[in-house]
């Protein structure tokens, strides 16, 4: 009998994290060595550490592993690959080398971890990196991503902390994973709504990665597990602005609002209103929609800040790659995140 991955798990995908509100609290005394060439390290803390080796060359490192949130382990792979790829895609960056880092049960079927694994490789290989090796741990509850080296042009970095007044902002994934795999289980969707969910979820960005470069964004974010509701607040606070959000204009997978309006939410939900919720006004805005907001992404799309300008071309050029991509507010002078209706 195959085996469930998720009946082997208490939370799975980027819903495991640790709560952004105690992670804010461990990481306020921590302070790291300084360093010239350290660009982009824990003050302020972004979507990877970036390191500059020379004048033309800068290294992008990441890391992201957890546990499986669906059951095929095909997918689990490239999910999870797919998650800690895209964390050098929103730096600007691009991939270089992978090591798995593997935490399995000694009693799951040898062909399952093999799936994860070989799929893990193809997805790497699919970014233009080399999956070199990694390793691995005994563990209950089976674990899987990646640590990822990339590379940048130090001058090419895409921060958190660079979203100037007069951006527009656009997300190139629609949100709502969280919700459709809860839904699942609830037996409030079905198989083709996870399916396309799962498509999403392992969808590299690097194709807008190759287009946004040319636009020199202000700032960039992969939306993954504090929603992209907790993740604009990173941003704002990290930027000293105010990202204004048009719920009207939020994209949603299927099935994911009808979850929502249904009272549904993941564990995720809440820890994220915990971290964020004191500094995002929705005055008026539904219930559903906020919970699409809240809801913990896996594998999400790139939350992206640039001058209103550059907006029509940018959109222009996403649609002629066939692209998908949504203009989603505007950043504005002051602080927070403010959501319209």
């Not at 593997?102 to 893990?120: G, H, I, N, R, Y």
């Not at 048009?246 to 309006?261: I, N, Q, T, Y």
Request: charged residues 20%; negative net charge.
């Amino acid at each position: 009998m195959a085996v469930k991955l998720t009946d082997l798990v208490t939370s799975g995908g980027c819903a495991a994290k640790f709560p952004a509100a105690r992670l804010q609290e461990l990481l306020a005394g921590f302070v790291p060595a300084e360093a010239e060439d350290l660009l982009i390290g824990l003050s302020p803390a972004d979507d990877a550490a970036v390191y500059r080796l020379d004048d033309e060359t800068a290294l992008v490192f990441t890391l992201d592993f957890f546990p499986p949130l669906v059951d095929d382990p095909h997918d689990f792979g490239t999910i999870a690959a797919t998650n800690a790829l895209n964390d050098v895609f929103a730096m600007g960056g691009r991939p270089l080398l992978a090591l798995s880092i593997a935490e399995f049960p000694e009693d799951l079927p040898q062909e399952t971890v093999a799936a994860v694994l070989e799929a893990a490789d193809a997805q790497v290989r699919r970014a233009g990196a080399i999956l070199a090796g990694g390793h691995t741990i005994r563990d209950r509850e089976p674990k899987y991503g990646l640590a990822v080296v990339g590379t940048v042009h130090p001058d090419g970095v895409w921060p958190k902390s660079g979203s100037r007044p007069g951006d527009a902002l656009f997300l190139t994934k629609p949100l709502g994973t969280g919700l459709v795999l809860h839904g699942h289980k609830r037996g409030l969707v079905g198989d083709e709504e996870v399916r396309a969910a799962v498509g999403w979820m392992t969808t590299l960005n690097s194709e807008w990665a190759d287009v946004l470069r040319a636009f020199r964004p202000s700032a960039v974010t992969d939306v993954t597990g504090f929603g992209l509701l907790g993740h604009a607040h990173e941003m704002a606070e990290r930027s000293g602005v105010c990202l204004v959000l048009d719920s009207a204009a939020w994209p949603a997978l299927a099935g994911a609002l009808e979850v929502a309006r249904d009272g549904e939410k993941t564990g995720g939900d809440r820890r994220n209103r915990d971290f964020a919720e004191a500094h995002v006004a929705a005055e008026g805005v539904s219930d559903d929609l906020l919970a699409l907001g809240w809801d913990p992404q896996t594998a999400g799309g790139l939350l992206v800040s640039l001058p209103a300008d550059k907006g029509p071309a940018l959109q222009a050029e996403f649609d002629t790659h066939g692209l998908f991509a949504r203009r989603v507010g505007q950043v504005e002078s002051g602080a927070g995140v403010v959501v319209r209706v």
